[in-house]
């Protein structure tokens, strides 16, 4: 069995593609570096991530496959499951070896099992743009704490860049420790020093603006009124609208 | 103040919770320097409600005070409900805050009839213009448009709105007259006709100028009623395939009626709402606008009504087993769409994939289809041959309808652990 050991970064496995191709042997196990090595491991290498090779790898793959499929391949990396990076590195492999394109070839599992993920990880960056609730601050900055399962908040944040273009936000993943602020011009990346206090989903009431606390009671009583009590069906409002995003919506508090 | 609009908001939104409508979809639009907000053609749901139903624009009501006396609506003048009306700066204000807070999408403005038609209709057209001239508010807005208003604001209003809509309610004009004694289907259809005169004129515009106002870019839509009088799934659906003949026409809605009203002589006595009905009502509806199907394959003379026990898809391929078995690895990609258990992405996958290589049944299943279903219709290596012609349609009915019995029903040769939990 041959091991690579890498960084856990997008680069890290690119560069493990570009050194698999060059020394010839490819890899049936991707572990982190300071993993142990499995029994039975007849040769490890380590890959140093290297911005040049990675480059070369992503460029090459750019040139077999469009760019919907590479796009792909970026979400079903920040999905951050256990063996995607074996899954992807399986699949540009295969993509690099194939004569034609294997992107449409669903009957092969790597490819299926590529597209059912990214659309995993799209349907939660749909949810995050969905469920964002913003909270006003004193200083009229915008809030949103935000805890989605795949890592989708980067591709997320162009959405919301566009259609809140006219006012300070600040969208933070409690999960992840990190997060974007926007500052009217572009979005930077940010992480706070202390976010033990949002976990509640809610801000402080010293922080927030005047009049948050009346919109986000005039938003519950809307959608409360909103129910047709004929109709009830809360599983429905669940298969919609998880359990897990109900800490940070007004409506649901 | 505050305890004020609290209160408005409550009562204008029981008001206006009938109307199925909330779609946000049809306009894209990227964010202009000093304006606020975007529209995104695919739609997007802010929030979901007990009923399951989405909320993606702020549906309300400007006024909930109405002259008319619609036997199927709430607020019709004879009711004796809690009235509220909306200034025009209030309603401005809560739709502003509450899209910046990303809870909505945009603004969904109905009202009942204050005086009269145009009445009504100029003080909506003038929220919606202070919206988007005063306020430079560039995010999704949708407008009821009042069955009788004349044509110039029809066509102002189609300047600032995304969608209008007008509201059959009655698929039957004698029973649309019946039930609302100052609606008919031609004070309905004419505004109907501006909206799509509208449309179409500004498409040939822009057409020539590029830079041309335009009108109600998502198009209209509108609503049917369901099982408030004795319209059979054949009338309803054949109008809708009329309506969707028409360019403008982007969806029809299908409401499942609500006993609003449960003294009125002219309405029937339901207990419960009928969902079922209505459920299948949307499924031919998609059936319609993305699977090829006619109004006329799926409900006939015959069987004038959809069957609330299979879905109109299966409901079709048992009456024409002739068409099947298809085959997946040759077949016409119309031919696959129609095969019960199969969906519009997995007929994409499976066209798509065929070109590689043999399609197995557990490729299928992996890419969603509903075997349970789709295996009495398609043959594939692996199946044994056992499909809607060598069983009969009725065979496979009763397997595909048979009620499994629930794991939580006792089991009677079973004594029960008299255990508390």
Excluded at chain 2, 20 to 44: D, F, N
Excluded at chain 2, 153 to 181: F, H, T
Excluded at chain 2, 193 to 202: D, K, P, R
């Amino acid at each position: 069995m041959i091991v690579f050991r890498y960084d856990k970064t997008f680069e890290g496995l690119l560069t493990a593609l570009f050194d698999a191709y060059s020394r010839r042997e490819f890899p049936d196990r991707l572990l982190t570096t300071d993993e142990p090595l499995p029994l039975f491991a007849d040769r490890a290498h380590t890959v140093v991530t290297d911005a040049a090779r990675s480059a070369r790898a992503w460029t090459g793959l750019e040139k077999k496959l469009t760019q919907p499929v590479c796009a792909m391949l970026m979400h079903v990396w920040l999905s951050e499951l256990p063996a995607s990076d074996e899954l992807l590195f399986r699949y540009m492999c295969k993509a690099i070896n194939a004569p034609a394109s294997i992107a449409t070839d669903f009957a092969d599992p790597d490819v299926l099992a590529v597209k059912q993920i990214a659309a995993k990880v799209s349907k939660e960056r749909e949810r995050l743009i969905q469920f964002v609730r913003f909270q006003k601050t004193a200083c009229e900055l915008y809030f949103a704490p935000v805890s989605p399962i795949y890592n989708a908040l980067p591709l997320a944040v162009p959405h919301f860049a566009d259609r809140f273009a006219g006012q300070q936000w600040l969208i933070y993943d409690v999960k992840r420790q990190y997060g974007y602020y926007y500052d009217m011009q572009t979005a930077i990346e940010v992480t706070l020093d202390n976010n033990e206090h949002l976990l509640g989903g809610s801000l402080d009431q010293t922080l927030m603006a005047a009049d948050e606390t009346l919109f986000q009671s005039l938003w519950k009583d809307y959608t409360r009124s909103l129910t047709i009590r004929e109709r009830l069906n809360p599983k429905l409002q669940r298969q919609h609208m998880p359990r897990r995003f109900w800490r940070f919506l007004p409506e649901k508090n | 103040m505050n305890e004020q609009i609290q209160y408005k908001l409550t009562i204008l939104a029981e008001s206006a919770k009938y109307d199925v409508s909330c779609s946000s979809s049809g306009t894209t639009r990227k964010h202009r320097p000093g304006m606020t907000g975007s529209a995104e053609g695919w739609g997007i749901c802010h929030s979901f409600t007990e009923d399951g139903r989405c909320v993606s624009l702020l549906k309300i009501m400007l006024s909930n005070n109405c002259i008319y006396d619609c036997a199927y609506c709430v607020n019709r003048r004879s009711n004796d409900i809690r009235r509220a009306t909306l200034a025009v700066n209030e309603l401005i204000e809560l739709t502003l805050e509450f899209y910046r807070r990303n809870y909505i999408e945009g603004l969904f403005l109905s009202s009942g009839i204050l005086r009269n038609a145009d009445y009504t209709m100029e003080r909506m057209v003038r929220v919606i213009k202070e919206l988007r001239v005063i306020h430079r508010y560039n995010g999704y807005i949708h407008m009821k448009s009042i069955p009788g208003a004349s044509r110039e604001l029809v066509n102002e209003a189609g300047l600032y709105a995304d969608r209008l809509s007008v509201n059959i309610e009655i698929s039957k004009d004698e029973n649309l007259r019946m039930l609302a004694p100052e609606k008919n289907h031609q004070s309905i259809f004419k505004p109907m006709f501006y909206i799509q005169q509208g449309v179409l004129a500004s498409a040939d515009e822009r057409k020539r100028f590029r830079y041309a106002p335009r009108f109600a870019p998502a198009g209209q839509s509108t609503q049917m009623i369901v099982g408030a009088t004795g319209e059979s799934d054949k009338d309803i659906l054949r109008l809708s395939t009329a309506l969707y003949q028409r360019p403008s026409m982007k969806r029809v809605y299908y409401s499942g009626y609500i006993p609003v009203n449960t003294n009125d002589p002219r309405l029937p006595a339901l207990k419960q709402v009928p969902l079922v009905r209505e459920n299948r009502l949307y499924q031919a509806d998609w059936l319609m606008r993305f699977y090829g199907f006619r109004a006329d394959e799926i409900v006939d003379d015959a069987s004038p009504n959809l069957d609330l026990e299979i879905d109109p898809k299966l409901a079709w391929a048992l009456r024409h087993a002739e068409a099947f078995p298809v085959d997946l690895q040759k077949a016409d990609p119309a031919l696959i769409l129609r095969v019960p258990g199969i969906g519009l992405k997995s007929a994409q996958l499976i066209v798509a994939s065929r070109r590689h290589g043999h399609i197995t049944v557990q490729t299928l299943a992996k890419m969603g289809v509903v075997m349970k279903k789709a295996r009495y219709f398609i043959t594939c290596r692996e199946l044994p041959l056992l499909t809607v012609n060598e069983l009969h349609p009725d065979e496979v009915r009763r397997a595909l309808t048979e009620k499994k019995p629930s794991r939580k029903a006792a089991d009677p040769n079973q004594l029960s652990i008299l255990f508390p939990e």
